[in-house]
């Protein structure tokens, strides 16, 4: 009797130790200007992302996660090498990304994961580190994408949304060796500029006002010079393209008539109310807010595919499903659209992990984490270490709930790309818990703000009396970091461009 109790025991010993040891899954979704303020399960008031919210009800959310550098390409590159812009190469989106650098998916493949990258890659080289891959073009149109794939490009009829979960999930069904662990990296072009619907929500929200951020007509003041001269304002730089004056050049005949049936009435009606002033700007609002989360109707009811097929395989038990984005974004906030901004909105981007057992369903973090952690937290999870030149940290432990007692307390974060589109300077600073500075380095100015007080960002306190103190310790905090980070100086030279004044347009 004793002797089977002690076999038994064994046997359950014997089989738990198999299930943990048993090798993870990871399944990466990742959207382009997926602002965390579009997503319900972070409290939006604009929209449901009903499927996003399934993996924050059994995962962990992730309510302080930011990015090294908000704008596509350097993002990507981030995530793929766990360093920051300046040792990766990947300073602005013109660049071409060095595919024969160290990169995590190379990293998995030597520990035997098979690997996929599917749907936006926007590096310019081709993926490298991946035993599939079928990319975008570019940014890729929202229509009828021709992709690119080793073995040449294929060209695909279909709304790219559902396009890029289509082949996800074709590879995750016959593609791969089902006798491996895979990481698949399944990126959206959506919703990134110019957000064009799926035929499904053509006419969503047609019926509805979405409401508007508090900061729609911020004036820019008590802030320098750079919050006022840029080019991403709703009211003075969406283009005829953007507001859906026209229609996409690329559809079927099909697709234009449902895009002509959903788009030429709301034009018409357009044009016989004259709009002007501030009438014109609130209908550019609605106008563009609405066609952004029709995109994300798009991306959320794909995502509920995947996470179905997990589900209906079994796969889900031992799959971490992680949602993110390449940065945040900018829906009316100061007036703007866009990101590249060290401001919250472009800076803070959605982080949802879901990983069966390990994380405590429904929970929440506020630890200041950011996408240069990727890297090894990917490496962690399949059980490889991370080599000692990435620089950000798995967040693994947080994942567990168990904070590191020296988990960092400040964020670093330098913009590069200007001049260029949308005319944002370059800058760089330091994020603690509570305050911000950044430093517009080409006009040697500075701001500060205290987020608790301030939350919006809408008056620098740099110079302000009673703030020495804390200002002094950020600059200090701001060297450390710079230090610690290998980042050069920027030695161009400082620049003040003339301002330029603010012309009103219609249409």
Not at 26 to 50: C, E
Not at 97 to 116: I, M, R, S, V
Not at 374 to 391: E, H, R, W
Request: with cysteine.
């Amino acid at each position: 009797m004793l002797k089977n109790m002690i076999k038994i025991h064994l046997s359950l010993f014997a089989l738990v130790f198999a299930l943990e040891s048993k090798p993870l899954n990871v399944l990466f979704i990742f959207t382009d200007d997926h602002a965390y303020q579009a997503i319900s399960a972070y409290g939006s008031n604009r929209n449901k992302t009903p499927n996003i919210d399934r993996i924050a009800k059994d995962g962990m959310l992730f309510n302080r996660a930011f990015v090294t550098n908000s704008i596509c390409a350097p993002s990507r590159a981030v995530i793929l090498t766990g360093k920051h812009s300046h040792l990766n190469g990947q300073l602005t989106n013109g660049q071409r990304f060095d595919g024969e650098q160290q990169t995590f998916p190379k990293l998995l493949q030597n520990k035997g994961y098979q690997t996929a990258m599917i749907g936006k890659w926007h590096l310019k080289s081709d993926p490298t580190g991946f035993d599939f891959w079928q990319v975008l073009q570019g940014q890729g149109p929202y229509y009828n994408p021709p992709m690119n794939t080793a073995q040449g490009v294929k060209k695909i009829t279909g709304y790219t949304t559902d396009v890029i979960t289509d082949v996800t999930l074709e590879w995750l069904k016959n593609g791969r060796d089902k006798n491996k662990p895979f990481f698949v990296m399944s990126q959206h072009k959506a919703p990134h500029r110019n957000w064009q619907p799926g035929p499904k929500y053509l006419t969503k929200y047609d019926d509805v006002e979405i409401p508007e951020p508090t900061t729609l007509r911020d004036n820019y003041k008590n802030r320098l010079e750079p919050a006022s001269t840029q080019a991403m304002t709703i009211d003075q730089h969406l283009s005829a393209s953007d507001l859906k004056l026209k229609a996409p050049g690329n559809l079927t005949p099909e697709q234009k008539t449902k895009w002509d049936a959903a788009y030429r009435p709301k034009n018409e009606a357009l044009e016989e109310a004259n709009l002007e002033g501030d009438d014109l700007f609130k209908w550019k609002y609605q106008r563009y807010v609405k066609d952004y989360l029709r995109c994300i109707d798009s991306v959320d009811e794909n995502i509920g595919r995947l996470l179905d097929y997990l589900d209906e395989t079994g796969l889900a038990e031992n799959t971490v499903v992680i949602y993110s984005s390449d940065q945040g974004w900018y829906l009316g906030e100061h007036g703007w659209y866009d990101k590249r901004w060290m401001y919250e909105e472009s800076f803070r981007t959605p982080l949802i992990v879901r990983w069966p057992g390990v994380t405590q369903a429904g929970s929440k973090n506020a630890d200041l984490v950011q996408n240069l952690d990727y890297a090894q937290t990917f490496l962690d999870i399949c059980g490889v270490k991370s080599p000692k030149d990435m620089q950000g940290a798995s967040i693994v432990p947080l994942l567990k709930g168990k904070k590191p007692k020296d988990w960092r307390k400040s964020l670093y974060y330098q913009y590069y790309e200007y001049p260029g589109a949308h005319s944002v300077r370059r800058h760089y600073g330091v994020r603690t818990d509570r305050y911000k500075l950044i430093h517009f380095y080409m006009l040697d100015g500075w701001e500060l703000y205290d987020l608790k007080k301030d939350p919006n960002e809408l008056n620098s306190l740099y110079g302000k009396k009673g703030y020495e103190k804390i200002t002094s310790e950020l600059k200090d905090e701001l060297t450390r970091l710079r230090k610690l980070y290998q980042v050069p100086e920027d030695t161009r030279p400082l620049v003040r461009a003339p301002r330029e004044p603010r012309k009103k347009k219609k249409g």
